[in-house]
Nanobody
Framework: QVQLVESGGDLVQPGGSLGLSCAASGIRFSASTMGWYRQAPGKQRELVCTITDGGTTDCADSVKGRFTIARDDAKNTVSLQMNSLKPEDTAVYYC?????????WGQGTQVTVSS
């Protein structure tokens, strides 16, 4: 059974930083493309960042230069470091894993950027 468990969501002030983590189990983590998506109230879910099994990263233009995705294959974890946070970054953040044609999702963690 695949499990993706996110942690680290919190309330943070604009301009602040926050780190999210996702622990994966039940998958071939080192062979999976990992990613973070987010969904704000009333909006569609959108891609934030992805990292391939080879370590290639890609992030949405809206977060480039502010967010960094990283993976630790020894610990089966993927992280998202978010800096210079803006109110528009407020959303539920979801961890994803893609292995061949299978895509798995975590339950999400709430990030709120507000003063």
């Amino acid at each position: 059974q695949v499990q993706l468990v996110e942690s680290g969501g919190d309330l943070v002030q604009p301009g602040g930083s926050l780190g999210l983590s996702c622990a994966a189990s039940g998958i071939r983590f080192s062979a999976s493309t990992m990613g973070w998506y987010r969904q704000a109230p009333g909006k569609q879910r959108e891609l934030v960042c992805t990292i391939t099994d080879g370590g290639t990263t890609d992030c949405a233009d809206s977060v480039k230069g502010r967010f960094t995705i990283a993976r630790d294959d020894a610990k089966n974890t993927v992280s998202l470091q978010m800096n210079s946070l803006k109110p528009e970054d407020t959303a539920v953040y979801y961890c994803t894993a893609r292995y061949f044609m299978n895509v798995y999702w975590g339950q999400g963690t709430q990030v709120t950027v507000s003063s």
